[in-house]
Every structure is written in C-alpha cells, then in structure tokens.
C-alpha cells in the first residue's frame, strides 16, 4: 500500500473535511501518498484527481460540506462507468480507496471490491444516522444541534403569536433526528416513519393541549413520515378538524447539513480517518469505520448498508410524559 485514494460521496455532512484532514496526513505520518478524488465517483471516471499533502488540508477541520466536493453519478452505476473508475485508480496508481458518504456511496465501494478486488474502506458520512454497525454517523450530532437551535427560534415565534408550528427535519426514512431533537425541545409530538402515530391520535392530542391551556405547540416532523402525504397538507387537515389553531409549516431542509461541524463531529472524522487509512495498510477491505460504546467498530459494508437501525422508541414515551 503505497497511495492511498480518498473521495467523498452523495449528499455532504459536517465532519467529512476531518475525515479527510485525517486521511491525508495519517499517509504522510506513514510515508504513504494521498490522492484526493474531486466530486465522488463522478470525478473519478473523470480523472478528476490532485495529490493531498499535510498543507493541501490545513484549516479545513472546522468547515462544513467537503473540501473535496460531491456529486452523484448515474454513470458510475454501468459496468463502463466503473471500468472507466477503476482503469483511474490504476492510472493514478492507487492501492486502496476511502470512501466517505452514505449507503449508495458504500454500494458502490461495493462493486468496486467485487468486480475487480479493489480494497476499499467507507466511512460513514450522512445526517441521518441510519447505517448499521454505529451508534453515530459522520455529521449526525451536528445535525441535532443545528436543527434544535432553529426549533428554539421558531419556540420564540409560536410564543409571541400563539401558534402551532409543524417543523419538517430531514429523515426520509429513519427518525434520529426527528426524534432526538423533538426531545430536547420539548415538542408535543414527534412524527417519526417507523411508528405511524395516526391522524386521528395526533388530533386527540392537540385537543388535549388546546384543553390543558397550552397556547402554543411545536410539532417535530421526519420528512419520511406519513401522517399526511405531506407536511403542508398536514397543517392543512389539522387547521380544518381544529380551525382554533393558527398552523404554520417550517421546513428547516438543507441547513441541518451545512455549518460548522460539533466537536464530536471533528474528533469522530479524526478517528475514522486514522483508522481507514491503517485498515487499508494492514491488508482491510470491504469494511465500514463506524463507532459503539465510545470505541471505533468495524462493519462489513454489506451488513452496514443491508442492516437494520433501531429507532429507540423508548423515547417516544419519555417525550410523552414529558408533555403531559
């Protein structure tokens, strides 16, 4: 192993730039080349390459989104595209690939272990927290912090004007970070796609609030839900059964990736960074750098993207006694 490849992949997530910081200077801690691949794999059947060294990655450890860029490629999901991929990394002369980025990120790290036994190390960089084998997933914390600090704001709003608010995170198909935040902001309900709450239950419980005196409430709602079709058609349907309620939608969206990443964000990026690049040194491949307990986990990639995430729904309850 002597050069040491590294691209990021798919939707960005705060902390991919430590990992990455990490990647480059771990090979020059062990006398290994780094080449940086510039949009995803999209840039790697384009050639799109330059060689990272200690400086090439200074001062990027606090700065969100991916120094090195992403994009997603339809092109690489053909067998030519992945041809073109892999006669790259051949060209460039590299050994072994850090891949940064999310389950189809992985998927396609994948092909390229199982087509031409490229070694290939992932590291999980997504909001959503929905990989298996990792209790965090690069980006994640700093996603729950941004989105509760908005949530806090739009609290002051529903105050002032006595409004119910329907506040959409990101989580088409998990809810850790509905879940989460809505927990630490103290939301009424939280509206999650693994636990269907149902219309008329959630109706009930703003009858409830409206009763107890409550004269504004905030609702945290993953985007994968399905209480309604959409959140705005919710607000519709609740301002119809319940017309005493003033409903406004907030949809805090792509913000959540963006920012500064958390200090757990930089210190997690840093040690999966180290990590990789040492699996990749001693002969690993076809595994995810995830973390449990506090301690750095290694996952087959297959299993980290075809496992199943628990949601933990015993938080659910505690929000609920929380609210009543």
Known sequence: MKNIGVLTSGGDSPGMNSAIRAVARTCAHYNLKCTGIIRGYQGLIEN?????????????????????????????????????????????????????????????????????????????????????????????????????????????????????????????????????????????????????????????????????????????????????NNVFQLADTIETKLPKYEVRVSVLGHMQRGGSPSCFDRVLGTQMGITSVESLVNNEKGLMIGISNGKIAKTDLSKAIKGKTKINKELLRMSRIMNT
Do not use: C, W
């Open 48 to 228: 799109d390459t330059k060689v990272l060294y200690t400086r090439s990655v200074r001062g990027i450890i606090n700065r969100g989104g991916t120094f090195l860029y992403s994009a997603r490629s339809d092109e690489f999901k053909t067998e030519q595209g992945r041809k073109s991929a892999y006669d790259n990394l051949i060209k460039n002369n590299i050994d072994g690939l850090v891949v940064i980025g999310g389950d189809g990120s992985f998927t396609g790290g994948l092909k390229l272990i199982q087509e031409y036994d490229f070694p290939v190390i992932g590291i999980p960089g997504t909001i959503d927290n929905d990989l298996f084998g990792t209790s965090h997933t690069l980006g994640y914390d700093t996603a729950l912090n941004t989105a509760t600090e908005a949530i806090d704001k739009i609290r002051d709003t529903a105050i002032s004007h006595h409004r119910l608010f329907l506040v959409e995170v990101m989580g088409r198909d998990a809810g850790f970070i509905a879940l989460n935040t809505g927990l630490a902001i103290g939301a009424q309900e939280i509206l999650i796609p693994e636990v269907n709450m149902s219309l008329d239950n959630l109706i009930d419980s703003l009858k409830r609030s409206k009763n107890a005196g409550k004269t504004s409430t905030i609702i945290v709602v993953a985007e994968g839900d399905k209480t309604g």
